[in-house]
T-cell receptor
Framework: GEDVEQSLFLSVREGDSSVINCTYT??????LYWYKQEPGAGLQLLTY?????DMKQDQRLTVLLNKKDKHLSLRIADTQTGDSAIYFC???????????FGQGTTLQVKP | GAGVSQSPSNKVTEKGKDVELRCDPI?????LYWYRQSLGQGLEFLIY????????KSGLPSDRFSAERTGGSVSTLTIQRTQQEDSAVYLC??????????????FGPGTRLTVL
C-alpha cells in the first residue's frame, strides 16, 4: 500500500542547515513533493522532484531523492526563524494524482 | 486570479447534525480533491473528481461522508450525523488535470469543523 513516513520534530539554530527526511513506499510515484504549513495558514507547495531525478536545487532548498531506498530529503540552507513551520512530504499517486502525505515534521528554529 | 476558496472557514456543530462544506476551485481546473487534516490521522485523502468521470471515493472514511461536484466546478462535501471524531480541518485542492502528469494542486484555506 501507499505510506509516507517522516520524523515528527526537528530543532535547529538560526543560520544552521536543516535536513528533513522522508520515506515512501509506492515505487510507481512519479512526483514527490514538499509542502510547508505555517500556523493558521494553508498548505504551500515548496518544491517537487520528478522521480527520474536525484537532486533538485531551488535557492536555499535542496531536494535529494534516493529512489532505490525510497528516501527523500529536504535541506534548507541558512535556516531562518521564518522557516519555522510544519513540513509535509507527499507522494503523488500515479493513477489519480491524489497526494499521500507524511505526518509532517515540525521545524523549530531557535534564534 | 482567485485561488481555491472554501466556506465556511469555521463550523461548530452538535453531534448528530449534518454539515455541508463548500469548495470553489480555481476556474478552469478540472481536477478537485478533498483532504482532511486531523490530530490523530494527519493529512489524508478523501475523494477526487476529474471532469465528468466517476469520482474516486476510496478515501471516504464512512458512508456518512459524501461529496458532489456540480457542473464540473463547485464541490460540496456532506457529513451526515456528525461524530466527534469528524472534527478536523477539511482541505480542498484543485489542479488543471489529475492523473500521473505533473499538475500542481492548489489548496484552499480549509474549513475547521468542530463537533461538540
Amino acid at each position: 500500500g501507499e505510506d509516507v513516513e517522516q520524523s515528527l520534530f526537528l530543532s535547529v539554530r538560526e543560520g544552521d542547515s536543516s535536513v528533513i527526511n522522508c520515506t515512501y513506499t509506492d515505487s510507481s510515484s512519479t512526483y514527490l513533493y514538499w509542502y510547508k504549513q505555517e500556523p493558521g495558514a494553508g498548505l504551500q507547495l515548496l518544491t517537487y522532484i520528478f522521480s527520474n531525478m536525484d537532486m533538485k536545487q531551488d535557492q536555499r532548498l535542496t531536494v535529494l531523492l534516493n529512489k532505490k531506498d525510497k528516501h527523500l530529503s529536504l535541506r534548507i540552507a541558512d535556516t531562518q526563524t521564518g522557516d519555522s513551520a510544519i513540513y509535509f512530504c507527499a507522494e503523488r499517486s500515479s493513477n489519480t494524482g491524489k497526494l499521500i502525505f507524511g505526518q509532517g515534521t515540525t521545524l523549530q528554529v531557535k534564534p | 486570479g482567485a485561488g481555491v476558496s472554501q466556506s465556511p472557514s469555521n463550523k461548530v456543530t452538535e453531534k448528530g447534525k449534518d454539515v455541508e462544506l463548500r469548495c470553489d476551485p480555481i476556474s478552469g481546473h478540472t481536477a478537485l480533491y478533498w483532504y482532511r487534516q486531523s490530530l490523530g490521522q494527519g493529512l489524508e485523502f478523501l475523494i477526487y473528481f476529474q471532469g465528468n468521470s466517476a469520482p474516486d471515493k476510496s478515501g471516504l472514511p464512512s458512508d456518512r461522508f459524501s461529496a458532489e461536484r456540480t457542473g464540473g466546478s463547485v464541490s460540496t462535501l456532506t457529513i451526515q450525523r456528525t461524530q466527534q471524531e469528524d472534527s478536523a480541518v477539511y482541505l480542498c485542492a484543485s489542479s488543471l488535470v489529475g492523473g500521473a502528469s505533473y499538475n500542481e494542486q492548489f489548496f484552499g484555506p480549509g474549513t475547521r469543523l468542530t463537533v461538540l
